[in-house]
């Protein structure tokens, strides 16, 4: 089946850091999202990017969907306590097959 | 505000037993998912739905089976429990038609433990 490797695996930073990650697949997907997952609960949507090369801001947040259509990439600027949890990207090829392929998380601690 | 409603929260089973984890939906939505989360391994689709009446086989379906009477509601049975199925299941929801936006809407979680 279809795998998304997600880097990095986990993050340890200073508050007011910026963070990078990225989720990179083996094929194409249409649509691509990205949930944050805050300690005992379940995944929330964050972003939504539907068109490849389109970059979407949620407050701090940005997300680009990549022009090759195999990857992803989801920034925070200037982090705060409450962004600690674990990121998972998710890839969709088609409406109509609603099987979204999740990537394996980036876990972001935030160092006091 | 219900949304996606999971029990029990968490349970500890011993090798060979069967149980039940519920899950309910209040928003009216045709698709429903079980994932299963293993640390460090994302989330693993093991079965869904598109509707009442259908269900068909995701990743790792083996050891489990699901049913679907009800738009609301989408139990997921394990039969005869065994140590690897010692994971936190979520069940999941998202809309269908020209309203589907890829979200999809998860409970909190039901924490296994098989001994």
């Known amino acids: 089946g279809q795998q998304l490797n997600q880097s990095p695996q986990s993050m340890f930073i200073q508050e007011g850091e910026d963070v990078s990650m990225n989720c990179t697949s083996s094929?194409?997907?249409?649509?691509w999202l990205w949930y944050k997952q805050d300690p005992g609960e379940g995944p929330v949507l964050l972003i939504a990017?539907?068109?490849?090369?389109e970059l979407t801001s949620n407050g701090r947040l940005t997300a680009q969907f990549g022009i090759t259509r195999k990857d992803s990439f989801l920034n925070i600027s200037a982090s705060i306590p409450s962004d600690v949890g674990i990121y998972f990207c998710?890839?969709?090829?088609?409406?109509?097959?609603?099987?979204?392929?999740f990537g394996t998380g980036t876990r972001l601690t935030i160092i006091p | 505000n219900a949304g996606v409603t999971q029990t029990p929260k968490f349970r500890i089973l011993k090798i060979g037993q069967s149980m039940t984890l519920q899950c309910a939906q209040d928003?009216?939505?045709?698709?429903m998912y079980w994932y299963r989360q293993d640390p460090g391994m994302g989330l693993k689709l093991i079965y869904y739905?598109?509707?009442?009446?259908?269900?068909d086989k995701g990743e790792v379906p083996n050891g489990y089976n699901v049913s679907r009477s009800t738009t609301e509601d989408f139990p997921l049975r394990l039969e005869l429990a065994a140590p690897s199925q010692t994971s936190v299941y979520f069940c999941?929801?998202?809309?269908?038609?020209?309203?589907?936006?890829?979200?999809?809407?998860f409970g909190e979680g039901s924490r296994l433990t098989v001994l």
């Open positions: 998710a890839g969709l090829y088609s409406f109509g097959n609603e099987k979204l392929t």
């Open positions: 094929s194409i997907f249409n649509t």
């Open positions: 990017l539907y068109k490849a090369g």
């Open positions: 928003m009216n939505h045709n698709y």
């Open positions: 739905s598109v509707g009442a009446g259908i269900t």
């Open positions: 999941a929801s998202q809309t269908s038609g020209r309203g589907t936006t890829g979200e999809l809407f």
